[in-house]
Structure formats: structure tokens, C-alpha cells
């Protein structure tokens, strides 16, 4: 996963859903399904020729490695851009739509539902994508992205002209915008700079600014089980018309802290066992406040978010301990789930007590 997120760094996705459409997708679906038994399926390296230059790309398809595999029904041509190269010079564009075009023959893609996403560099070459193709895309998601290159630092001279632009080509064209508010890679101007555009223009636009995130705010827009169902409700169609909404939201890093009584803190305190029954985390409290106390000897603060549920205030956003109580009310199980994984941590039961190791 870390080879693919490196790889993704400036990345740019362009694709579709095999969930077929109820008129001319139906019809796609027998030969998805024949040709499944043949088809390799993951990440699947392919090349492509234009004006004498070899470009190298990949199709991934969706039995590939993901966070959430089972959210994301798309085929998704992932274009490389050369070194020395950027996204948005018209060679690397052409080659990234040559792709798309062959690899949408290839798997008979149904063209009311083509895709277009980008992160970072990615994020600029979509932007230029959606503008020279606006007739192409059902929807558009950018994260960490802008129209401003830091490679061409005089297009911020057009800063009064240049977001309407984009907005005027594009439309009611379905746009998701995310970045991190303290992104110090691309400036979260560029994103609040062609929201404004777009709900000044009648779009179709959605910013969702990460409170506490820096560049790296792909991981968790793409975490997001909303986004793929929105792509999915999104179609190309010309004779349903697309509405016109802003929707600007600011996500704080972490939930508002719940409260708790001496009672409902001491409740947690305890040493949480493995599958295996050896000692993984103990919680303690000091004060109000709780703490977690690893196995090897590191220490993180608790807070909750419910009754039924913790939260690292100093560790990852999503990361989450799920609380398991008895008939009676009582923890009995810690579950400990991010985006990769869950892990069950069974309370120890009065007795004999386990005691860690020495640090």
C-alpha cells in the first residue's frame, strides 16, 4: 500500500463504474461477465504509442488492493506522467485520454459514467482535463488540487479572470473538491478560489476542507464511504439536467470530546487482552482524563466520543476503540478499527492480574 500511495502522490484517475446502467449498460453487463474468467484483475500494467513517444499506464480493476474494495464498483486507468513531465503539458494530457479511450473500447464502458479524479499534480492535470473535455466527465473529485502550477507562477497574475473560466466551460458539471486546511504543498486558496467561481456561476461545486490536515488529504477523502456512491448517482446525460448548489463544509480532525463522570471513567480502566489472551493495552485514568498503555511501554490520551465509543485526540481521524458492554452495562471489549484494519481486545476478568513487562 505504501508503493501505491507514493505512486498516487500525483496521481490522476480516470474511471468508470461497472455497475451498469439501466438503458444502455444493460447491455454490457453479459460481456463484463464473460470475459471476467479471462481477464487478469488488480493493477494491470499496459503501454501506449502517440506521435512516436511510448507512454506506460494502468487499469486497475476492481478485485485490487484497497482500503475498501467492496465500495469501489469502477474500472480506474491510472496514466503515469513521465519525469521531467507535468500533467498539464498537452502531450501527457493526450496521452492520458488516449488511454482512457482504449482502455473504454477495451472494457466497453458505459460513456454516460466516466469518471474523472485527481490528487495533488494529479489535481492540476484534472482540472486542465475537465476544462479541454467538459462534455466527457459524469463527475469531477480533486483533491489537493488547483489551477494555479507552482511551475507557472505567472498564472496567478489571472487570479480575477481565470477560476471563472474554468467555471463557464464546465458548468453545472458535478465538481468535489477536498484539501487540508493547513496544506503547505498547495495552497487551500486554489480550492476556495474556484468554489467561489463555480457558486458564483451557477455550478455544481462541493468543497470539503480537512480542519488540522496538510497536503496528504487524499487518505481520507478517498476513505469517505460517501464519495463513491456520489460518483455513482452521477450520470452524463444531456436530457437530465444537473442542478446548481455550493456546499462548502469545514471537517474538524477530530469529534467534539464527551464529557464523562469519575464513574464512566473508571469504568474503561483495565488491562485488554489479544485474541491470544496476552496483554495488548492497558487504560488508566488520571484525573479526568484517560490514557492508553501499550505493551511496549507508550503512552496515548483517550477521549470519548460516545459512551460507545474512543478516539485518539493526538492520533489519526478515523482511528476509533468501539465499546463492548454486558447485559449490565459493564466493558467488556475494546475494538480497535482505522481504515486497514479491527482488532478485538477482550477486558481481563477480576483474578489474577497480568502485569506488563518491565519497561
Known sequence: MHRIRRLLATGLWLAWALTPAPSSASAVRPHLLRQERFQETGFLNRKIDLHGVTYRFQICLPQAVRDHPERWPFIIVMPQCP?????????????????????????????????????????????????????????????????????????????????????RVLGRTPIWLFHGSLDDVVSPRESELMYAAFKANSGNIRLWIYQGLKHDCWTRAFDEPELPRWLLARRNDPTRPQLSTAERIVIPLHPAAMRLSPAQLDSFVGDYLDLHGQPTIKVFRQGDQLFQKNRYGAIAELDAESLSSLFYPNGGSTTRLFVERDSQGRVIALTFHDDRHEERWERMRPGPRIRFQPE
Request: net charge negative; hydrophobic share 45%.
Open 83 to 167: 519525469q521531467a513531465h507535468y500533467w498539464t503539458d498537452p502531450d501527457v494530457m493526450a496521452m492520458a485520454m488516449a488511454a482512457l479511450d482504449r482502455e473504454t473500447e477495451e472494457f466497453h464502458a458505459d460513456p454516460e459514467r466516466t469518471y474523472l479524479t485527481g490528487l495533488s499534480l494529479g489535481g492540476y492535470g484534472a482540472w486542465e482535463l475537465a476544462r479541454l473535455n467538459p462534455k466527457r466527465w459524469a463527475a469531477v473529485a480533486i483533491a489537493a488540487g488547483g489551477i494555479f502550477w507552482s511551475y507557472r507562477p505567472q498564472r496567478w497574475q489571472q487570479v480575477a479572470t481565470l477560476p471563472a473560466q474554468y467555471a
